[in-house]
């Protein structure tokens, strides 16, 4: 006998960041008296950002923390009910679709909105978090600004670790580039460009092991062919560490229900944010493997909301 109680709601958002709370600013406005359930992180992995300055309407930057709590006000005055709480289980085999929250409480949701973000891999070193927000990041195109004529480093071989190189050297004087491999796994034609960019100096073979620095990051510890004969430690001096390694979508929740890519990004249909089950939405990074944005998150919860309400008034 199923003893747990059950809750109805006609618009449910799992997910804090840009994405979340924009949606349930929309929603709330189109009197959807949207439930959203802020998840391990509230307000998402903004929050872990100093500054933030390429958002529209902050002329003097703000801090991703305030940022996101300017939003969930604006959500909740608009009426949205904002809860702590973590999804654990959801059930999609039939509307209304069935969440439940910190395995002990259900809701029946005719729309869902799935906004839970993506995660950034690290190398797992102590220093990543000792200097978080002190000159180590893992999104070039958000902080590489405050990198301006200085010196910076990309951890990564890939096609995005090269992209964010690129993007680096237009504005730091070094970029070193510390590939694990004695090869980049990018594209020939990325491949090309940051070989042929003056200023990006690609270290093969190098594994990073530690940060150093007093009030932020001043240099990274590196071993050069490390575990061999002929390993060598090397230093290198630099003011950004930047992590390009790869991101995981939050998807695992949600994954037996919709259609994701390889990776684990939920598909959408092109240009909206609907999944292949009907009344079901997803905003934001957890869809997005390309831009990464704090803006176009929270366009897409935007789309999501719109969508949702929508969506209502067909069923």
């Not at 991703?64 to 939003?71: T, V």
């Not at 000792?130 to 004529?149: I, L």
């Amino acid at each position: 006998m199923n003893t747990i109680p059950v809750e109805k709601t006609r618009c449910l958002i799992i997910g804090s960041g840009p994405a979340g709370y924009t949606a349930a600013i929309y929603a709330a406005r189109a009197n959807l008296s949207p439930i959203l359930y802020e998840g391990i992180q509230p307000g998402g992995q903004l929050t872990t950002t100093t500054d933030i300055e390429n958002f529209p309407g902050y002329p003097e930057g703000v801090s991703g923390y305030e940022m996101m709590q300017d939003l969930k006000k604006q959500a909740m005055r608009f009426g949205a009910d904002v809860r702590i709480g973590i999804a654990t289980q959801i059930d999609l085999s039939a509307a209304p679709y069935k969440v439940t929250i910190d395995g002990e409480k259900m809701l029946e949701t005719d729309t869902l909105i799935f906004a839970t973000g993506a995660t950034a891999k690290y190398l797992g070193l102590p220093d990543e978090q000792k200097y978080a927000g002190m000159g180590v990041s893992a999104c070039a195109t958000c902080d590489g600004f405050f990198y301006r004529k200085k010196a910076v480093a990309v951890v990564g071989g890939g096609d995005t670790a090269c992209e964010e190189a690129l993007y680096l050297a237009s504005l730091a004087t070094i970029v070193y580039l510390i590939v694990r491999k004695p090869y980049l796994r990018a594209s020939k034609v990325m491949q090309e460009r940051v070989m042929n960019t003056p200023n990006i100096k690609v270290l093969f073979e190098h594994n990073t092991v530690g940060l150093f620095g007093e009030n932020g990051v001043e240099g990274a510890h590196l071993v050069k062919r490390m575990g061999e004969e002929d390993e060598e430690k090397v230093d290198i001096q630099i003011d950004g560490f930047f992590l390009a390694i790869g991101h995981t979508p939050n998807s695992g929740l949600i994954s037996e229900w919709v259609e994701t890519d390889e990776t684990g990004y939920i598909k959408t249909v092109p240009g909206t944010p609907r999944t292949n089950v009907p009344g079901v939405f997803a905003a934001g990074d957890v869809a997005d493997p390309h831009y990464r944005q704090a803006i176009t998150a929270a366009a897409s919860g935007c789309m999501a909301a719109i969508e949702a309400e929508r969506y209502l008034l067909h069923v």
